[in-house]
C-alpha cells in the first residue's frame, strides 16, 4: 500500500474518536472554564477574574463537602479493589473458559440497566418496608421494620456495586498475562501464599490496580444518582452542589467553577496515586 494511502485510512480510522474527543470533552471543558472565570457585576454584564474561586474556597460547607466526596471515593475504589481482586484473579488464572464467561456475563449485568434503575432496586431492598428488613422481621430478628437506608454505608455499598466492573476488567487484562511459571517458582523456592502474593501477584497486577482504581475513583466521585437517592439529606455529595447552583440556583458561574475545582481536585488525587505507587498513565495498562 502507498505511504499517502496508508497516512489517509489512518487518519479516516481516528477521526470520529478525534471528534469525539474535541467535541464531547475538549470544547466543553474549555467552555466551563470559560463560564467559571466570568464575574457577574451587573445585569448581563461580566467581568474576568478569580473572584469564583475565591468564594469557593471561602465557603468552608463547599471545601467540606469536596473532601468528604473525595475520602467517600477513596473508600468505594478500595473496597472495589478489596472485593474485584479475588474475583479477577480467579478469572484470570482459575476458572475455564465457559466460567470466566459465564463470570464476566454476571460483573455485566449491573450496567444491563441505568443508575436510576440499580438505585431504586437498592432502595426496594434496604427501606424500612423493604425486603430485607421483612425477611429478618419475619426470622424475628429484629422486633420492628429498620430503614437501612440514608447512611454511609448503603452509599458505599450502591456505588461499589456500580463501579465493581470497571476495577475487575483492569484487572483481568493484566493478571492473564502472568506467567504461571512465576508463581510455581516462588512456591519452588519456599514461598508461601502470602509471600507469592505479596511479592509476585500485587507487583504484577500493579498497572491493573492503578488502572482500575483510576477508573473507579473518577465515576464515584462524578456520580450523582446514587449517592443522592441511597443517602438522601445526609449524602452531602459534591455534584449535589454543581447540580444545584447549575438547576436549582440557575447560577452558572458557580456550577461551572465547582465542576472545574471537581475535575482539577480528582486529577490531582490520581497523580499523587500514580506518583505514590510509583506507576505512570503509559503503564496502567500492562507491563512493558
Same mark, same amino acid.
Given at each position: 500500500?502507498? *505511504? ?8 479516516? %480510522?481516528?477521526?470520529?474518536?478525534? %471528534? ?9 471543558? $474549555?467552555? $466551563? ?21 475565591? +468564594? ?58 441505568? +443508575?436510576?434503575? *440499580? ?13 430485607? /428488613? ?6 424475628? $430478628? ?13 452509599? @458505599? ?6 463501579? $465493581? ?17 512465576? %508463581?510455581?517458582?516462588?512456591?519452588? !523456592? ?44 445526609? /449524602? ?23 465542576? @472545574? ?5 480528582? /486529577? !490531582?488525587?490520581?497523580? @499523587?496515586? %500514580?506518583?505514590?505507587?510509583?506507576? /505512570?498513565?503509559?503503564?496502567? @495498562?500492562?507491563?512493558?
Amino acid at each position: 500500500m502507498p *505511504r499517502g494511502a496508508g497516512r489517509l485510512s489512518l487518519f479516516l %480510522l481516528f477521526t470520529p474518536f478525534l %471528534l469525539w474527543i474535541v467535541l464531547l470533552i475538549v470544547l466543553p471543558q $474549555i467552555g $466551563i472554564g470559560y463560564v467559571s472565570l466570568r464575574e457577574k457585576v451587573g445585569i448581563n454584564q461580566y467581568e474576568f477574574g478569580l473572584k469564583n474561586y475565591l +468564594d469557593f474556597v471561602g465557603e468552608p460547607i463547599y471545601r467540606n463537602t469536596l473532601l468528604r466526596t473525595a475520602w467517600m471515593s477513596i473508600l468505594v475504589t478500595a473496597c472495589a479493589l478489596v472485593i474485584g481482586f479475588p474475583v479477577a484473579y480467579y478469572i484470570a488464572k482459575a476458572a475455564g473458559e465457559r466460567s470466566r464467561a459465564t463470570l464476566f456475563l454476571m460483573c455485566l449485568i449491573p450496567l444491563w440497566v441505568s +443508575d436510576l434503575v *440499580r438505585a431504586y432496586g437498592w432502595i426496594v431492598l434496604l427501606r424500612e418496608t423493604g425486603v430485607v /428488613s421483612s425477611v429478618l422481621l419475619r426470622l424475628g $430478628i429484629i422486633g420492628e421494620p429498620v430503614e437501612m437506608l440514608y447512611n454511609d454505608v448503603t452509599v @458505599v455499598i450502591g456505588l461499589v456495586y456500580t463501579v $465493581i466492573l470497571f476495577m475487575i476488567v483492569p484487572l483481568v487484562s493484566t493478571l492473564q498475562g502472568m506467567d504461571n511459571a512465576l %508463581l510455581e517458582a516462588g512456591y519452588n !523456592l519456599g514461598g508461601s501464599r502470602l509471600t507469592v502474593f505479596r511479592r509476585i501477584i500485587v507487583p504484577y497486577a500493579m498497572p491493573g490496580i492503578v488502572a482500575g482504581c483510576i477508573i473507579t475513583f473518577m465515576l464515584t466521585a462524578g456520580s450523582y444518582l446514587t449517592p443522592i437517592l441511597l443517602g438522601g439529606k445526609n /449524602s452531602s455529595w459534591f455534584t449535589e452542589q454543581i447540580y444545584n447552583q447549575f438547576i436549582t440556583r440557575y447560577n452558572w458561574e458557580a456550577g461551572a467553577t465547582f465542576g @472545574v475545582v471537581l475535575l482539577v481536585f480528582t /486529577s !490531582l488525587v490520581v497523580w @499523587v496515586g %500514580l506518583w505514590v505507587t510509583g506507576q /505512570s498513565l503509559a503503564t496502567t @495498562v500492562a507491563k512493558d
